[in-house]
């Protein structure tokens, strides 16, 4: 008599497993339960009776202490995010929209790598040698030791690896790859499960750092696994407009550095060009003494960043108000919606509100509250903001009291350095700051303090 061949339902989202199929995942997903045959574990892992390893275990007082080395990608605003280069046997998991530049960096940097360190293997399962030829004839990264092949297998590329031994290695992409062992499509939670495991078991034994490609959702989350993000030592998510040259690479998670800081590139038919100065970039445009714009300050990781907040205010005409934000999340957009109506008496019930940081970048952390409120204000009024002179930070509470914010000084510094001369902040910011530079600087207790000190006079008080 035959045997039987089990079943499993496998959730594409969480990899949540099921021995029927079921409308809606334990994690909220529905229609994700996709049949996929159970394999044997004998046939993925083959266990030995007994099981021998060089490494012991030693006590922690004996292990030698020192710095991850590191590879010099000779890419300044990526050696950034990765905390200061490539650590050897680390998985950098890198994700991102179609057609953002994934390909693009990535091929640069492995020129650079080959030139410098030695062999560099790129496994692409999407293009074929002849298309990555034919992009890096574009970008001038061309090299003798960079090795191009097109292959899916796991199996045959772990042979390449065998073979050639590379110093470092580029998968494009994950969801291509396949284990002939399991009988699920490649793409699907197993095969991308097991393949990474198997990518990081080559590069942990053989100490290679390995770059890996993966796909995003719709929704522009990382598509596979959760566990995909847990097995690799770095996530970084390239976000941008694919209509705009800007692009902005940010660490999600970083094993070896801080996940606070962010690199810019500029997309341009050579390929990315790192931007030393974002702020300069992100305000070429700015347009004098216009409502409804103006520049605010944050900290990206060690770096001080100044961006502009635009907000229109107009009536509604769907019989309730809209509010569209776009690199601003939406619940602090409402928190301040209310706060203005409450404690300012500004009437918005009734009115559209659109707010867009320009330039595509997302924005963190609530030191821009104080300018988004201006902006809001002003649009509102129709009272024009002196853009190109005046910047605004500090964070705004449900009591419309306005909060320090941290690392206030150096963003004074960055905006005195951009030639801005006056500032509006916290109070209890402006106790603390030691400013020589010519900029001036206004502390406000309230947000209503801030819109009187912007938009009105003794004269004409709000």
């Known amino acids: 008599m035959a045997k039987k061949v089990k079943s499993v339902f496998v959730c594409q989202s969480c990899g949540y497993e099921s021995p029927k199929w079921m409308g809606q995942c334990v994690c909220g997903a529905w229609n994700s339960m996709v049949e996929e045959l159970e ?25 030698k202490s020192g ?11 990526l050696n950034r995010v990765l905390g200061g280069g490539l650590v050897q046997g680390s998985l950098t998991l890198i994700s991102g ?23 560099v293997l790129y496994v692409s399962g999407e293009e074929s040698e002849e298309q ?46 396949f284990k002939p062992e399991l009988t699920s499509a490649p793409g699907s939670v197993s095969q991308v499960r097991e393949c990474a495991n198997h ?11 390995v770059f890996i490609v993966a796909h995003v959702t719709k929704t522009g989350e990382l598509a596979g696994p959760r566990i995909l993000e847990h097995l ?13 040259e800007f692009r902005v690479i940010r660490a999600l998670k970083n094993r070896f550095g801080t996940t606070s800081e962010i690199g810019v590139f500029e997309m341009k038919e050579e390929g990315l060009i790192e931007v030393a100065n974002p702020s300069e970039m992100f305000l070429e445009g700015l347009t004098p003494d216009v409502d409804g714009a103006m520049v605010i300050g944050g900290l990206e990781g060690s770096r001080p960043l100044l961006l502009e907040i635009q907000a229109l205010v107009a009536p509604t005409s769907l019989g309730f108000a809209r509010r569209t934000a776009i690199g601003v999340d939406v619940n602090r957009l409402n928190l301040i919606i209310a706060v203005l109506e409450k404690k300012v008496g500004l009437p918005l019930t009734n009115q559209d509100v ?7 970048l997302k924005l963190e952390g609530t030191s821009a509250d104080l300018g988004l409120a201006l902006t809001i204000f002003s649009s509102m009024r129709g009272l024009p903001i002196p853009t190109t002179t005046t910047l605004a930070i500090g964070e705004i509470s449900l009591t419309g009291e306005l909060r320090p914010v941290a690392n206030a000084e150096k963003i004074v510094k ?13 109070a209890k910011n402006l106790k603390k700051l030691q400013i020589q530079e010519p900029i001036q600087l206004i502390g406000a207790h309230f947000l209503k303090d801030a819109i009187e000190s912007m938009f009105f006079s003794k004269e004409h008080p709000f």
């Open 97 to 119: 929209e179609p057609g953002i530049g994934k390909s693009t960096l990535i091929l640069q940097v492995s020129s650079v790598i080959a030139e410098k360190y030695g062999t």
């Open 199 to 209: 990518i990081m078991h080559i590069a942990k034994t053989k100490n290679i750092p």
């Open 39 to 63: 394999a044997s574990s004998s046939a993925i892992y083959k266990k030995s009776a007994t099981i021998t390893s060089s490494v012991k275990p030693q006590p922690i007082k004996e292990i």
């Open 132 to 177: 990555i030829k034919m992009r890096a004839e574009r970008l001038n990264a061309l090299s003798d030791r960079l090795l191009v092949v097109s292959e899916t297998n796991v199996e045959v590329i772990e042979g390449y690896i065998q073979e050639f031994n590379p110093g470092f290695i580029i998968i494009d992409s994950i969801q291509t790859l």
């Open 67 to 77: 710095s991850y080395d590191r590879l010099d990608t000779h890419i300044g605003e």
């Open 354 to 360: 659109y707010v867009n940081v320009v330039g595509g």
């Open 232 to 244: 690799v030592d770095t996530v970084l998510h390239f976000n941008g407009e694919r209509s705009q």
């Open 414 to 426: 960055e905006a005195a350095k951009m030639g801005f001369s006056k500032c509006i902040l916290p």
